[in-house]
């Protein structure tokens, strides 16, 4: 009976720590966004306003994702028109394509796998574009991801060795 007890202490802690840890995480996710909040509302360049929404889109909660994914994209779109230097043009692309990832992301979540993966491969474009070998990898394990949940291991292992 005491090993019986003993185990189940064991169990309600390792699952209380577990979920201490899940709540901390929350709680530091939402420090983030409420401090990158702060900068956006006091940024004044574009590109740091670009910057900030894309990190927002990242670590805001699914709901609010759109709120930011959406200007984010307007402005890197505006930005680009401009004609800005080769520099900066691949800087904004690289956030862009950040940006469609996030929507991808979002889409993907809420199931629609075959929409995600056209959004995916649009951001993996971007990446190839500019030559961001960090952000085709990235891409390339994505979308292997999202095709390996479809059922089509074959095409799944061909993006993950992209992705190497």
Known sequence: MKSLKRNIFFFVAIFLLAQTGFCQQ????SLVVDSLGRALK????DTSRLRLLVQLGEKCDLEEASKYSDPALELANKLLAQKPDEKQRKRLLFLKASVINNI???????????TALKKYEEGL?????????????????????????????TKALEYYEQSL
């Open 26 to 29: 929350n709680l530091n996710d």
């Open 104 to 114: 991808a992301n979002v889409i993907e979540i809420n199931g629609d796998l075959v």
């Open 42 to 45: 006091n940024a004044k360049e």
């Open 125 to 153: 474009e971007i990446m190839k574009e500019i030559g961001s070998t960090y952000g085709m990898s990235e891409s390339y394990n994505t979308l292997g991801f999202i095709v390996e949940r479809q059922g089509n291991i």
